[in-house]
Every structure is written in structure tokens, then in C-alpha cells.
């Protein structure tokens, strides 16, 4: 099993920046991918961001330029930088573990983000 822990969203005027972690602990494989997906009232869940435990990265084309992934493998955390922030950006953001081998998915809890305009 993996627990993910979430800290760091709230409430920000537009055009405001919110950091969002997310740490990981358990059965955590070497080979993973550490994101966030986000989903606001009456819509689906959307991948924000994913970041690979090679480096790889990936954002949704209406984050790009504005949010920015990264992580720290040895503290199995990722963080999501978010500046500029939108009102369309409000949403709960839910932090994601996949691990590639089992192909298993974790989730944590979901933490919101509020930008008013």
C-alpha cells in the first residue's frame, strides 16, 4: 500500500501563486510517475501534471508556462508551483502515484484551490 500526503492549497486572488506537496510513503516502487490531477464542480477529473522518476514531465495545455512540476525522489515528495493563477484554476487537486511495474495507482485526499476574481 502507499499513503499520500497533501499540504497547500487555499484560497488566492487572481493572478496569485499556491505551491502544493505531496509526499509519499509505503510500497513505493523505484519506477513511478508523481502528478496531480484536479477536478472542479459538475466536471471530470484532469491531469494537471505528472512527473517521472526519470525526469520526465507533462502538463495540460491550459497549466503550461504558469504551473511547474518537480520533485525530490529521496523525500518521495512532488510539488506543484502554481503562478497566475486563474479563476478557471479552481478546483480540488488530487496528488497521484503510479507505479509502473504493478501498474497500481495511489490517491491522496484532495486538497483546494481557490483563485477569485
Known amino acids: 500500500q502507499v499513503q499520500l500526503v497533501e499540504s497547500g492549497g487555499g484560497l488566492v486572488q487572481a493572478g496569485g501563486s499556491l505551491r502544493l506537496s505531496c509526499t509519499a510513503s509505503?510500497?513505493?516502487?523505484?519506477?513511478?510517475?508523481m502528478g496531480w490531477y484536479r477536478q472542479a464542480p459538475g466536471k471530470q477529473r484532469e491531469l494537471v501534471a505528472q512527473?517521472?522518476?526519470?525526469?520526465?514531465?507533462n502538463y495540460a495545455d491550459s497549466v503550461k508556462g504558469r504551473f511547474t512540476i518537480s520533485r525530490d525522489n529521496a523525500k518521495n515528495t512532488v510539488y506543484l508551483q502554481m503562478n497566475s493563477l486563474k479563476p478557471e484554476d479552481t478546483a480540488v487537486y488530487y496528488c497521484?502515484?503510479?507505479?509502473?511495474?504493478?501498474?497500481?495507482?495511489?490517491w491522496g485526499q484532495g486538497t483546494q484551490v481557490t483563485a477569485s476574481s
Open positions: 512527473h517521472g522518476t526519470s525526469g520526465s514531465t
Open positions: 497521484f502515484l503510479n507505479n509502473i511495474i504493478s501498474q497500481k495507482t495511489y
Open positions: 509505503g510500497n513505493i516502487f523505484s519506477i513511478n510517475v
